[in-house]
């Protein structure tokens, strides 16, 4: 609508200009093109000064043309940049809607772990697949690698604005507000059970700190995965006393940038194997690599003996230098 009207202003200016000032004798308007000229230099407010109407009816085209200018393009530019300035403010402060963002990696809660899983996946090169968007109720939480969205992460509204019913992966950390009496593992309950209310497709991955709150979302909700915080501290220290050196093994096997755990289904592999034996000693002759589990429909077996039938759509767990593919 504003092209239409700048253009007929345009004409209609240079028109009247061009005839006003050529009758009185201004060499400046000698064509029709030099009055569009003018009219174009003059209502974008550029004024290059090279060509200016000397007559009275010209001048005041003029001024209607300089007037008309400002508020054509002057004022738009002003309330763009202002609005420019309005969503970069918003951006800053995590008030942002998200819910048209597709497959990212959804993060709910914010606690001294945060930052190291951020850390991990930008090493490992997730993140130039995948966004990563965290929600939580803290403020000033300042990385140029992820979508800050301030909100509740027990909050309904805050996770759909956050896209969580289009993301890919979602994990639930306990968030560490100082002074706060609610148990951590509540909001994380809580925001789990709403998490796969919103979105039960999607792989979730819960912190938990204290093991005894797992048993409430093991025995309501399936298909999630459940990290203990503190078990897992514990277990290395066990693990330490009695075998003095595996503590460190299993951290540095974890930091270890050549050396990764992933998972992929047996189907994709070359061969057939028909026991975790089998398996092994491909993976172990062949490709160098260290198979370490079985994911088939009794869950999660850890180091099976050689024996162990593979079902059909079973996955194997392994450490490696890189993915299989």
């Known amino acids: 609508f504003l092209l239409i009207i700048s253009t007929f202003i345009i004409i209609f200016s240079a028109v009247m200009v061009f ?27 550029v004024g290059y000064g090279d060509k200016y109407p000397v007559t009275t009816i010209g001048r005041f085209f003029a001024s209607v043309i300089m007037f008309v200018g400002i508020g054509i393009i002057a004022l738009p530019a002003g309330i763009i940049g202002s609005s420019l300035t309005e969503e970069f403010k918003n951006i800053k402060e995590g008030k942002v809607i998200l819910n048209k963002l597709r497959d990212h990696i959804l993060i709910l809660g914010w606690n001294t772990s945060a ?14 697949n995948h966004k990563l968007v ?15 969205k301030r909100g509740d992460p027990s909050k309904e509204k805050d996770l759909i604005e956050a896209g969580i019913k289009n993301a890919y992966i979602i994990v639930i950390l306990s968030e560490d507000i100082s002074g706060s009496i609610r148990n951590p593992d509540a909001s994380v309950i809580i925001t789990a059970m709403l998490a796969k209310k919103l979105n039960s497709t999607s792989h979730i991955i819960v912190e938990i700190i204290d093991v005894q709150n797992a048993e409430l979302l093991e025995n309501n909700l399936y298909g999630i995965e459940i990290i203990y915080r503190e078990e897992i501290s514990i277990q290395m220290i066990v693990n330490s006393i009695y075998s003095p ?22 189907k994709s592999l070359k061969g057939e194997f028909s026991t975790f034996g089998d398996l092994y ?20 077996v850890v180091n099976p003996p050689r024996n162990y039938p593979l079902e059909e759509n079973a996955r194997v767990v392994y450490i490696a230098e890189k993915e299989l593919i």
């Open 281 to 300: 000693k491909y993976l172990g002759e062949e490709e160098r690599i260290i198979p370490i589990g079985i994911i088939d429909d009794g869950g999660y």
């Open 19 to 45: 005839t006003v000032e050529k009758t009185a004798g201004n060499d400046q308007f000698s064509s029709l093109k030099d009055a569009l000229w003018w009219s174009v230099v003059t209502l974008t407010t």
């Open 115 to 128: 930052s190291r899983i951020i850390d991990e996946l930008d090493k490992r090169g997730v993140l130039l």
């Open 245 to 266: 050196g595996a503590g460190k093994i299993i951290t540095t096997l974890l930091n270890y940038n050549y050396a990764n755990i992933y998972e992929t289904s047996i």
């Open 134 to 148: 965290v929600v939580t109720t803290l403020e000033d939480i300042d990385d140029d690698r992820i979508i800050y």
